[in-house]
């Protein structure tokens, strides 16, 4: 997705990747924003971007990040000046005073999108489906190919015996 602000345009567009054996063999030395790429669908994605562009670009801000008046003024009706802060400095992963689209993302899955913490992290949620879903069809896959072994086994035993 592109947002055309006053002066530039910014691009906000995010990339959904399917899992693969090589991702799922490297899984845990992935980073959380490497990660992102397997667990997020691109319906999440667009509500994410819907999200970002309200809340951080709406104002016709010609910058493709979120400042904290910025985001203080969109959710002072939802939250004390003490929560956005703590959202804010969260979010702010690289602590240069801005958040970026990706930095939204990574900060959305620890918060709500008024700031509200998680109880759960939606991260560990969506990666625990998708890895456990690969599992499966890998381990299907699996007794597939071997249920076919065993089957031209079998069928080469019957022809030797003719």
């Known amino acids: 997705s592109s947002v055309t602000g006053n002066k530039t345009s910014c691009d906000i567009s ?20 490497e990660k992102a790429h397997y667990i997020l669908d691109k ?4 509500n994410l971007q819907s999200e970002f562009v309200a809340l951080c670009l709406s104002d016709g801000s010609p910058h493709c990040h979120c400042d904290f008046s910025t985001l203080h003024s969109k959710l ?5 000046p003490k929560r956005i802060q703590y959202f804010f400095n969260t979010c702010d992963s690289n602590n240069d005073e801005k958040v970026t689209f990706m930095e939204y993302i990574l900060c ?40 076919s072994l065993l089957d031209d086994d079998n069928e080469e035993i019957e022809i030797s015996m003719e």
């Open 14 to 33: 995010f990339d959904t990747m399917q899992l693969d054996d090589l991702a799922f063999d490297h899984w845990k030395h992935l980073s959380l924003s």
């Open 43 to 46: 319906y999440q994605i667009g």
């Open 76 to 80: 002072a009706q939802f939250q004390t």
């Open 108 to 147: 959305r899955g620890f918060f709500d999108k008024v700031g509200n913490p998680s109880d759960v992290s939606e991260f560990d949620v969506l990666e625990n489906v998708v890895l456990g879903d690969y599992a499966l069809k890998r381990e299907r896959n699996l007794s597939i190919h071997l249920q």
